[in-house]
């Protein structure tokens, strides 16, 4: 859940390394530092805080040097401290790190008992005394990172220098993602690729277990083995101004409006007038959806959400039974798969920990194959899945989850027209669906429309500490996400709930101070959630409701209000109650002066345990 930035040029990189921290904060934020080669040295500068913080420390004392490493961190082992923070130097080897070491303590007890002097908490210092030991024996850089990593349990992703060996930089990665971007004479090694996209849009995706050095003029890539190994190169289509802010005020409000673009992008040349096309999952998508019989959906976070609302959909409009479950509770049991199940994996970044570990436990479990939906398409989700399906968000570098989780549904229901129609759904009723999603981008354009009366609504949120969150149906995933994301940025508590569960608990919670915000649609369960309203009416609770423009209501609580939105049928008002949702969140953090971007504790990709 950190980032690393590595290059070396014919140029000072300590600017470049930097500026490609900042592409990258969204990974984690703890602290920030960077080590330079300069003068036959590794000089390194690191702080608590942010990078602009580390940054103010570099400029009041530069140095120059053209080969170097930066790291922004996300704390695992050691609390936040600049002893903590990347890099960590062990004689002439300096080496930053994303991932956890999981036999790290043996390793360390046996390093001490050789008369190492340990100055930090972390794991990652482990490796760099490893790699020194074997440099300080006479190995090359290269040789000393392949020694090292072969005894490691875990996940890593490092970038490693030698200041007795200035003209390359080593990398290696098993389960945190590591790639190369490849310029004219310089070269260098990033997290991701926005960390490198101001200098190069050239990028080659390393694979699990390869080890790379990079100099000015190339980069060489090993397998464990050491025997040399050929990635591809690809050419990214990121852009710098998709990484930018432009005129909003934070990246979370930039990407809450690309919604209606994300989405049409994500139905572009995979609907048309007669339905979603066929293929759209890969070659082999038609045979595996005809013989899938069941799906279990493994995903973590805002992703679970999305699982969720798919699993109404599929198992009404397909009639095939779904589990979805949180990977890292799926990894840890013996999960019953009957057969023809069809694995399903949704993941923003392709590289969560926990996601990615449980498609690979799928593998022993007799799937009928694997699915991946997913925003990055070289991401190792994506690459290791037998089908997939992308869902072209673009970048989204707030931490809290937005376009991703709309564009996420709109991937799930483009997999469930296609399910329903390979399972039997009549041709009336398949094609108000596929009318319906067509019509998704629009509905979202209303609901943003909405922001000025969202933005009233948070006054009535700043100031408290608790808030209730009710949806029925497939709205009872969004209720989820929505008090996620309330929690996630503004630090308001709040829970979500079945509205038909209000009174088996959350009922006792409710009073004045209490507020609770309900997700109504117009549809066949709006009358019994009218029903749990008054209960909380009765109680004198605060009521914040999202109705649908057609939903007969019993008009303004006595406190609180109703939002009308413009929700679309059954099948897409998920996607579109979504977004008041997201305003809502969003506005009552702005109020509450939190740090949007970057709430306290979260990182954006979670690639550890």
């Known amino acids: 859940m950190c980032g690393i930035v590595a290059a070396i040029a014919q140029r000072d990189v300590a600017p470049l390394l930097i500026a490609g921290l900042k592409a990258l904060e969204y990974r984690g934020y703890d602290s920030a530092g960077l080590a330079v080669i300069s003068g036959g040295e590794v000089r390194r500068v690191r702080a608590i805080g942010k990078v602009r913080e580390m940054e103010g420390q570099y400029l009041a004392d530069p140095f120059p040097g053209g080969t170097g490493i930066a790291h922004t961190r996300w704390a695992t082992h050691g609390v936040p401290s600049e002893a903590n923070a990347h890099p960590h130097i062990v004689g002439s080897v300096a080496l930053v790190h994303n991932g956890i070491i999981e036999n790290y303590a043996e390793l360390r007890a046996e390093l001490q008992q050789r008369g190492h002097v340990f100055t930090s908490e972390t794991d990652t ?40 060996e200035p003209d390359r930089v080593v990398g290696a990665r098993r389960g945190a993602p590591l790639l190369v971007g490849v310029g004219i004479g310089e070269h260098f090694l990033g997290s991701d690729a926005h ?98 019989r069941g799906l279990h959906i493994i995903a973590c976070g805002t992703s679970y959400h999305a699982g969720m609302v798919a699993k109404y959909w599929i198992e009404e409009y397909a009639r095939l039974p779904v589990s979805v479950e949180v990977a890292s509770e799926y990894r840890y049991r013996e999960a019953v798969v009957p057969e023809n199940t069809l694995f399903v994996a949704i993941s923003q970044s392709g590289e969560t920990a926990d996601t990615l570990a449980a498609m690979r436990e799928s593998r022993r479990r007799g799937y009928l194959g694997t699915l991946a939906i997913c925003n990055v398409p070289e991401s190792s989700v994506v690459r290791e899945a037998d089908l997939k399906l ?113 009174k088996h608990g959350p009922l006792a919670l409710v009073d004045e101070d209490m507020p609770v915000i309900a997700v109504a649609p117009n549809g066949p369960l709006l009358d019994k959630l009218k029903s749990n309203l008054q209960e909380v009416r009765a109680r004198g609770g605060e009521l914040l409701v999202f109705a649908d423009s057609s939903a007969v209501m019993d008009g303004n609580p006595a406190r609180g209000a109703i939002v009308r939105v413009e929700g679309g049928g059954d099948f897409v008002a998920p996607a579109v109650f979504t977004v008041p949702l997201q305003l809502l969140a969003y506005h009552v953090a702005v109020l509450r002066g939190t740090d949007v971007d970057q709430p306290r504790n979260l990182a954006k990709s979670v690639t550890v345990e």
């Open 195 to 292: 960390a490198l996209i101001q200098v190069t849009n050239r990028i080659i995706y390393l694979e699990e277990g390869d080890v790379v050095e990079i100099t000015r003029n190339g980069a060489a890539i090993f397998g464990l083995d050491g025997k040399p190994a050929q990635r591809a190169l690809h050419e990214s289509e990121l852009s710098a101004d998709a990484v930018e802010r432009g005129e909003y005020r934070h990246y979370m409000q930039k990407e809450i409006f690309e919604q209606p673009r994300a989405v049409s992008d994500t139905l572009e040349a995979r609907i048309g007038p007669h339905g979603v096309l066929p293929n759209i999952f890969g070659a082999d998508g038609e045979g595996m959806l005809q013989h899938t």
């Open 125 to 164: 210092e482990v490796m760099a005394a490893l790699i020194s030991e074997r440099v300080e024996a006479g190995s090359s850089l290269r040789d000393a990172v392949l020694h090292t990593v072969r005894g490691l349990e875990g996940a890593y992703a490092i970038a490693v220098i030698n200041r007795n």
């Open 390 to 502: 992308m869902t072209r968000a673009g970048p989204e570098i707030g931490v809290a989850s937005t376009k991703a989780f709309t564009t996420q549904l709109t991937a799930l229901a483009l997999l469930t027209l296609r399910l329903a129609r390979l399972h039997g759904l009549d041709d009336v009723r398949y094609a108000s669906l596929c009318a319906q999603l067509l019509s998704l981008p629009r509905l979202l354009e209303s609901a943003l429309r909405l922001e000025p009366q969202v933005i009233e609504l948070a006054e009535h949120l700043i100031h408290r500490q608790h808030a209730l969150f009710l949806g029925r149906g497939a709205q009872y995933p969004v209720a989820l996400e929505g008090s996620l994301k309330l929690k996630e940025i503004s630090y308001i508590h709040a829970e979500a709930y079945p509205a038909g569960e209000l």
